[in-house]
């Protein structure tokens, strides 16, 4: 497997393990944070449906203007990290979120749906810059082998925020649902605001590795698996991967989408939609126990079986969904929850493998592809009007049989020019 993207000179500047170590730790308190933010949409879409009296459909630009800010922002974001390093773009990300969270206030005195939708894609646009600053720096501090390792750790802290974020949002923001005011979200997004800003100060002087600006070769050089093609759109594997990040959120976030409509079918479990809704934890609940478990076995066994494996699963279990029925077709779609748990940053990972001084820029155009969570699950529901909501789960099958040729052959790095 191809060693760290970056390493660094053996000076002042070199990451030390204890360096390592509190620079991991205080990236976990990232992850949680956006996770947390992310989350908080699942009750931005009934709130705001609430008080603006919205379809469905109006109320679901909150995803995509979500995910849109992903598809407009990345590669921005990987050039601006490609200047500045992975530490100033994390504080970039921040305040940029920070005025995001701000803005929901003036959104709710105006009373108009078009500026909060404004203010949920300035929030966007600063996630994503974190996300193209943190997760590669995460993949950097240590050895190559443990790079998949490192990254579901932290995304599992990711997943912890995305867990308590409803508990909060449920008590401040819905606890009056059928009243639903503009005062109920100004208090939640300030003090997300605050809590933003603060931890860009921190951020800002913290003493962490100086790792991801192009310009500081003094600091930064190419591993031995590094060949510079002239341009990050050559690296097969990058592509590839960015592919594979695609079709995972986007099959992610077609199942969470779809699992109330699945469980309330008369043949599978026949629940109400507000029982239906409290299944869905499971599906989460998973995710998080997956990647902290997957942590520690990525220290032992190689990222591109369990990979494989994880794929292969969901694949089965899906299966099991669409043909089945009753409580076996129920626990089936939920147990994908937990082959979804170490997906993510294994993909990110393995695709930046070997890209040297485009790390950064690889990083953007992964972050790019996470715009399949907006199209993915809008070609399911096509499928879902014509043919089921049971058969419609074919769609993210094949989307776990890409993941899992990308773990087998399309994750190798390869200097060729051609895909």
Avoid at 36 to 46: H, K, M, Q
Avoid at 73 to 96: C, D, E, N, R
Avoid at 340 to 357: D, V, W
Wanted: charged share 5%; glycine share 8%.
């Amino acid at each position: 497997m191809a060693q760290a993207p970056l390493t660094t000179h053996q000076h002042n500047d070199t990451p030390t393990m204890p360096k390592q170590t509190f620079a991991l730790a205080s990236l976990t308190t990232l992850f949680f944070m956006w996770g947390f933010i992310t989350c908080l949409n699942d009750i931005l879409i009934p709130y705001l449906k609430g008080m603006f009296s919205l379809t469905y459909t109006q109320a679901m630009l909150v995803q995509f203007c979500f995910f849109g800010a992903y598809f407009v922002m990345s590669i921005p974001a990987g050039k601006l990290v490609s200047k500045i390093g992975y530490q100033y773009g994390i504080v970039v990300g921040l305040v940029v979120a920070a005025i995001g969270c701000a803005l929901f206030y003036p959104a709710a005195d105006a009373h108009v749906y078009e500026l909060f939708l404004f203010a949920l894609f300035v929030l966007a646009c600063g996630i994503t810059i974190l996300q193209v600053s943190a997760n590669p720096y995460v993949s950097v501090l240590g050895s190559a082998k443990t790079a998949s390792s490192r990254l579901t750790m932290t995304q599992a802290f990711n997943s912890l925020g995305t867990t308590v974020a409803p508990i909060f949002g449920g008590w401040l923001i819905l606890s009056e649902i059928s009243q639903a005011t503009a005062e109920q979200v100004k208090l939640p997004y300030l003090i997300l605001a605050a809590s933003l800003l603060v931890l860009a100060v921190i951020f800002a002087f913290l003493k962490l590795p100086k790792l991801g600006k192009t310009d500081s070769q003094e600091h930064v050089q190419p591993d031995d698996n590094f060949v510079d093609l002239g341009s990050v759109w050559q690296y097969r594997h990058l592509i590839l991967g960015a592919i594979g990040i695609f079709v995972y959120v986007g099959a992610e976030v077609a199942i969470g989408s779809f699992l109330v409509g699945f469980l309330t079918l008369d043949h599978i479990a026949a629940l109400s939609e507000q029982q239906a809704a409290h299944y869905i934890s499971y599906y989460f609940a998973g995710a998080m126990i997956g990647r902290f478990a997957g942590a520690a076995i990525m220290q032992k066994v190689n990222a591109h079986v369990v990979l494989a494996c994880h794929g292969l699963l969901a694949v089965v279990f899906i299966l099991v969904a669409m043909t089945g029925q009753g409580s076996l077709a129920m626990w089936a779609i939920l147990l994908v929850g937990l082959c979804n748990s170490i997906m993510f940053p294994t993909i990110f990972s393995l695709a930046l493998q070997g890209l040297g001084k485009y790390t950064s820029q690889g990083s953007g155009i992964l972050c790019l592809a996470i715009v399949g969570g907006a199209i993915v699950p809008l070609l399911q529901g096509v499928l879902a009007d014509n043919i089921g909501v049971q058969l419609a789960l074919m769609l993210p099958i094949v989307c776990y049989l890409y993941i899992t040729y990308f773990a087998l052959s399309g994750s190798k790095v390869s200097s060729t020019r051609q895909l």
